[in-house]
């Protein structure tokens, strides 16, 4: 007898949040905080941003969001390997294993499928959210079945 087919899991586990500002920065700022939490608890955290100017934005704004916060992070640079337990990079490829993804783009990042967790941080302008609606139908294409929460005051 024949064997039914059955649509293959991805096992990345994918959680949207969605954040209730629409002020450019509050996606980077929640992903501050969120790289933050993963950290203290001794993981691995890459965040994925669009180019080399998110990612220096990034970079700038893990020493500075919180008074006495410090995130060990590094971007992600050609040629050398990344040892701080947070990344940031523009390059889906070259990014390092973790046990995070953070995307901070607009496009579902290449090889996410790589990665035990993915965080999509959607912001809360209508342009955000369409591109959160795409990225949510990606995942769910891919096997995924990512889960929602509504963030409310996520810049504070």
Avoid at 19 to 27: K, S, V, W
Avoid at 54 to 75: C, I, K, M, N
Avoid at 98 to 120: C, H, M, T
Wanted: negative net charge; hydrophobic residues 45%.
């Amino acid at each position: 007898p024949a064997v039914p087919l059955t649509p293959r899991m991805a096992s990345t586990r994918v959680t949207f949040y969605v954040l209730d500002d629409a002020e450019p920065g509050a996606r980077l700022a929640f992903g501050c905080r969120l790289a933050e939490k993963v950290w203290k608890l001794q993981q691995r955290v890459h965040a994925h941003v669009g180019d080399p100017a998110a990612a220096a934005a990034l970079d700038e704004l893990l020493w500075t969001f919180r008074q006495g916060s410090f995130v060990p992070h590094e971007v992600v640079g050609e040629g050398t390997a990344p040892e701080a337990p947070v990344t940031i990079g523009c390059d889906a490829a070259a990014a390092p294993a973790a046990d995070l993804l953070i995307n901070l783009s607009d496009s579902v990042p290449a090889g996410f499928e790589r990665y035990p967790r993915v965080a999509e941080i959607v912001g809360g302008s209508d342009a955000a959210r369409a591109a959160g609606r795409d990225r949510h139908r990606h995942y769910q294409a891919a096997g995924c079945a990512p889960e929602t929460h509504a963030v409310a005051g996520a810049a504070g």
